[in-house]
């Protein structure tokens, strides 16, 4: 048994490793744009709004929140261990082997199948703009199989699904559809990564300079039209709320928002290739995570002024969408969003399709996969096999999955990988402070989180006394999900109270656990199903490969 939590000692010499280091703290900013402003905004923001409405807002404060304190959860493992791997690394040096290929399985969640999503996002923009300068992309070639199959059994609405039933050519009884944009962006990311690291950072800030731009036009542009009272829509009882479909509603729109904050993780893999990585990577996090957060609230609040929030349903493109003839009727800003867009996106592609290969790195070194994964292309200096094996996992779903499922499906795994980094910190030793690097304060949270907590608890009652009363009514068909995952959240606080005053733990660390429990109080029982099937074939994987080939198990 204890073999399955034995701990690796890393390195905390950052001249050590095998991959270019040529990242200063800018240009960890500029990959933290990239990765976060991207199919957040561009792409589920209008999933979010429609579920969430205005208060989406609230949503965004608590999802920034919670990252915020997870980031310098992160920033304090990155000045420990200046090693590629990020949460997957941090795990094995706190937790054991167990949870760290636990976390390395999540990752892969992350990243991978987070790709997938960012993909047909990008493909929904490309083909959107590409029909807008007259030239048409067949349906069947712009969906995948299971979105047109879908939309044909629950007779769908969507017209470009439908059609693509209809007309999709038939081989062998079985009808060719796939998208094609998709899997052409994910085909260039791969080749763009495999270039080398300096290459990417340079088409990257080229890039989020462009993205930065149109969003700051977008809000320019749409303050002189926001018409206040969309903020305050009537909701089913005919009352006036920035929430009209209840606080419920509000987290119902997690997995969509939390979507958004997902890439600022990613850059803790860039530990190999920062020149100080105890220094440029904590500093870029943090700046990346402020500016990101801020951009979304006035991008949130401009949208929903614009527009009323139930328009946005079903919307893929909503910063354009807002534009159209029916709404704003701005056709030039229109035509700028969709063409900006595109290179957004590609942005977030790029970012998740360099963090993959160096989470498998880092798991192949330690004897946890084939060592084929830990290759490190002599010129490039990118590990090259897992490169191309990156873009082959992001590539063969796109032809069956869609992205509702890809969506709750990574936000989940991602949530998680948070969780177990911050509470990771609370087991580390104290170190000695060195100028230059980062340093996590130590504030005792021995009375602090437990009044905070409990009089937080308090205030809310005031507030939503109905909340409370209807707790414990888990069959309730609409909320009865979220009120018992309440339930769960609420006692395991009462648990960090206690272990906060007889330990004397910690204050940023158990704040930042706590915030990221409580998203997860957002996911449904779809949502964990999968989450739970997805590590069952982990742990296969792991006990019969990983455990027996571990270096530290031959060690």
């Not at 709004?49 to 929140?65: D, E």
């Not at 303050?223 to 119902?252: D, H, I, L, Q």
């Not at 690097?437 to 437990?450: A, G």
């Not at 009514?473 to 609420?490: A, C």
Request: include cysteine.
């Amino acid at each position: 048994m204890n073999s399955l939590f034995r701990r690796k000692q890393y390195s905390s010499d950052p001249n050590q490793g095998q991959l270019n280091r040529v990242l200063g703290t800018w240009d960890i900013v500029f990959f933290g744009i990239a990765a976060i402003i991207g199919a957040g905004s561009f792409s589920s923001l209008g999933e979010a709004i429609f579920r969430g409405g205005p208060g989406v807002i609230i949503l965004y404060l608590i999802c920034g929140f919670a990252c915020a304190f997870t980031a310098i959860c992160y920033a304090e493992f990155a000045s420990r261990i200046p090693t590629a791997g990020s949460a997957y690394t941090y795990a094995y040096a706190s937790f054991g082997e167990l949870i760290a290929w636990v976390i390395g399985w999540a990752l892969i969640m992350e990243y991978s199948f987070g790709n997938i999503y960012v993909a047909f996002s990008w493909s929904d923009y490309f083909t959107s703009f590409m029909s807008r300068i007259g030239i048409h992309i067949p349906d069947y070639l712009t969906c995948s199989y299971t979105e047109a199959k879908k939309a044909v059994a629950g007779r769908s609405l969507n017209k470009e699904l439908i059609n693509a039933w209809k007309t999709a050519p038939v081989i062998v009884n079985l009808k060719v559809i796939f998208d094609l944009p998709a899997l052409m962006i994910n085909g260039i990311i791969t080749w763009l990564c495999y270039q080398g690291i300096k290459e990417s950072k340079n088409f990257n800030n080229f890039f989020v300079l462009l993205k930065l731009f149109v969003i700051l036009l977008v809000i320019a542009v749409g303050v002189a039209y926001v018409n206040t009272g969309n903020w305050f829509p009537t909701n089913n009882e005919g009352v006036k709320s920035m929430m009209p479909n209840g606080f419920s509603g509000v987290m119902s729109a997690v997995s969509g928002v939390f979507f958004a904050y997902i890439g600022f993780d990613a850059l803790s893999v860039l530990s190999e290739e920062t020149k100080n990585p105890q220094r440029d990577l904590p500093r870029g996090m943090m700046i990346s995570l402020g500016l990101c957060t801020a951009i979304y609230i006035v991008l949130t609040l401009t949208l929903t002024g614009l527009v009323d929030y139930r328009k946005f349903d079903g919307v893929g493109d909503p910063l354009a969408f807002v534009f159209q003839k029916e709404n704003l009727n701005l056709p030039w800003m229109e035509f700028v969003v969709a063409l900006i867009a595109i290179v957004a996106i590609t942005t977030v592609l790029l970012v998740f399709q360099m963090g993959q290969p160096r989470i498998w790195m880092a798991m192949s070194r330690d004897g946890l996969i084939p060592k084929k994964f830990q290759e490190v292309h002599s010129k490039n200096k990118v590990p090259s096999f897992a490169t191309i094996v990156t873009g082959i996992v992001v590539g063969i779903p796109i032809f069956f999955t869609d992205k509702t499922f890809i969506l709750d499906f990574t936000s989940i795994g991602t949530i998680f990988a948070f969780v177990l980094v911050c509470a990771g910190v609370l087991t580390l030793p104290p170190k000695e402070k060195i100028k230059g690097r980062f340093h996590m304060p130590y504030i005792n949270s021995k009375y602090i989180f437990p009044i905070v907590f409990l009089g937080g608890l308090i205030l809310f009652y005031f507030w939503q006394p109905d909340f409370f009363h209807t707790l414990l009514n888990w069959g309730d068909q609409v909320e009865g999900e979220f009120r018992l995952s309440m339930s769960i959240y609420i006692i395991l606080n009462f648990v960090l109270c206690y272990l906060a005053f007889s330990k004397n733990l910690s204050l940023i660390p158990l704040v930042g656990l706590s915030s990221c429990l409580y998203l997860l109080t957002g996911m449904t029982h779809n949502n964990w199903f999968w989450f739970g099937l997805w590590f069952a074939i982990g742990l296969v994987i792991y006990f019969t490969y990983g455990r027996k080939h571990s270096k530290l198990n031959k060690a």
